[in-house]
């Protein structure tokens, strides 16, 4: 129950391309799903987080699209350009002051210009 | 304002001896966070500290351990190092906790020969 299962682990999308990654949880007690992005040599970094109370949250080219019903979110990057070559995490957390986010286990995101 | 800070960055050890890794968080920050990052496992859960005290563990054995002192610095310590063990460990800090956006430092690269 307290895991979330992203896909898929590695993806290569052609520059000015649409790069989708999706993640599927099973705790209904979760209730905020950040998308982190990792650089080498560097640690995660937020990009853009959504709450399960709107079904779509867009910042720049980074979308992200949240079906409650099916407990499934995804990351669209619209325009992918080679900058964004990165490792991609989904997240997802309880609301407890406590509590860790719990990762899905990345997607590895390759951009060829 | 600074980010997080880890030290060191590579360490190199060997099976049964211990390491303790030191981070630094966002100056007002006081929740201090512990990840170990691996390939098979992504990013896991160690521990959380707030105000000195810690308010949450991952599923690790007891052979990792932390503290955080005052001023919000955070160490963790892992006793009997295992080649398993070999992985980048990761600090994040936010001000409080709960949904806050989590910081990440760069992380220390351990290697247990």
């Known amino acids: 129950q307290q895991q979330v299962k992203q896909s898929p682990q590695s993806l290569i999308v052609q520059k000015g391309g649409i790069s989708i990654i999706n993640c599927a949880y099973e705790?209904?007690?979760?209730?905020?799903f950040p998308w982190y992005q990792q650089f080498p040599g560097k640690g995660p970094a937020l990009l853009i987080a959504?709450?399960?109370?709107?079904s779509e949250k867009k910042e720049g080219r980074f979308t992200i699209s949240f079906n409650k019903s099916a407990k499934q979110f995804s990351l669209h990057i619209m325009d992918s350009q080679p900058g964004d070559s990165a490792t991609y995490f989904c997240?997802?957390?309880?609301?407890?002051?406590?509590?860790?986010?719990?990762f899905g286990k990345g997607t590895t995101l390759s951009v060829s210009s | 304002k600074a980010g997080v800070t880890q030290t060191p960055r590579y360490l190199i050890k060997t099976r049964g001896q211990q390491v303790t890794l030191s981070c630094s968080p966002i100056?007002?920050?006081?929740?201090v966070s512990w990840y170990q990052q691996t390939p098979g496992q992504g990013l896991q859960f160690l521990f959380e500290y707030f105000s000195e005290t810690q308010r949450n563990k991952g599923n690790f054995p007891g052979r990792f351990s932390g503290r955080q002192f005052s001023n919000s610095r955070s160490e963790m310590n892992v006793s009997t190092l295992e080649l398993g063990d070999s992985a980048l460990y990761l600090c994040?800090?936010?001000?409080?906790?709960?949904?806050?956006?989590?910081?990440f430092g760069p992380g220390t690269r351990l290697l247990v020969l």
């Open positions: 994040a800090s936010r001000v409080r906790g709960g949904q806050e956006t989590q910081y």
């Open positions: 705790n209904t007690a979760f209730d905020y």
């Open positions: 997240a997802a957390s309880p609301p407890q002051a406590g509590t860790a986010l719990i």
């Open positions: 100056s007002g920050h006081r929740s």
């Open positions: 959504i709450r399960p109370d709107v």
